[in-house]
């Protein structure tokens, strides 16, 4: 109790400008932690989608079948995320050039394939949301705190100047408070590192898991649009 209670009044007696860096980096903290929070969620029902999403649509279903299921399922919820929507953008692109006359094989699987590229790039840019914010803040924390240290450092030396006798036990308060900034910038900097790098190679190999499907994909529509040319 006593140790809080002499850290708080470190907080509490440092100067104005330390004050501000510890209050700047508290609260980089606490938006980061729950950006960590909800990032770990969204991959965790991404990787999941995927997966479900990927058996069904390898279990041999109708893929005029499978559009209408997905197609149902954004009437009721309102969104659909992850692979589906690379699914979806390439069918109905598909569909759409298919039944247009006049229209060659190449053009057909080019739209379609354009189409899941642009699919691609959204699902990437929502993966890849708020992990800039936590790579500025690992980055600039250290830095933050290291300032406001240093800042308090240079107020408890300006201090003694009117001290006759300078002591350690005049000098150890004003450099703890200024310590306490380079604590939190350190507290605030390592959890968001952490985050960032493992968010970041679950997002790569989940966009690669993408892109795989998108070629397996790509070859079925290829054999089938080379298939219904042959039967006209």
């Avoid at 649509?57 to 659909?80: K, P, T, V």
């Avoid at 150890?172 to 790098?197: C, D, H, K, Q, R």
């Amino acid at each position: 109790m006593n140790q809080e209670l002499s850290l708080w009044s470190l907080v509490a007696e440092a100067s104005l400008t330390v004050q501000m860096v510890m209050f700047i980096l508290f609260m980089a903290s606490v938006v980061s932690w729950g950006m960590i929070v909800q990032r770990a969620l969204l991959l965790r029902r991404a990787k999941k989608q995927f997966g479900d999403f990927e058996q069904t649509f390898w279990s041999g279903i109708d893929l005029g079948q499978l559009y209408r299921d997905g197609s149902a399922r954004f009437e009721a919820n309102g969104q659909i995320e992850g692979v589906e929507n690379l699914f979806r953008a390439g069918f109905k692109e598909f569909t759409r050039l298919r039944q247009q006359s006049g229209i060659d094989s190449d053009a057909i699987m080019e739209g379609a394939q354009r189409a899941m590229r642009v699919a691609l790039s959204r699902e990437v840019e929502f993966l890849e949301r708020h992990l800039p914010f936590l790579a500025t803040v690992g980055s600039t924390s250290p830095y933050v705190g290291l300032f406001g240290t240093v800042w308090g450092i240079m107020h408890s030396f300006r201090g003694l100047a009117n001290v006759h006798q300078a002591t350690l036990a005049t000098v150890a308060p004003g450099i703890s408070e200024a310590l306490v900034a380079t604590a939190m910038g350190l507290f605030a900097a390592i959890p968001a590192v952490i985050a960032y790098n493992r968010y970041a190679a679950q997002v790569d190999n989940l966009v690669a898991n993408y892109e795989t499907f998108a070629e397996e994909f790509s070859s079925i529509l290829h054999r089938q649009v080379h298939a219904g040319r042959k039967s006209a």
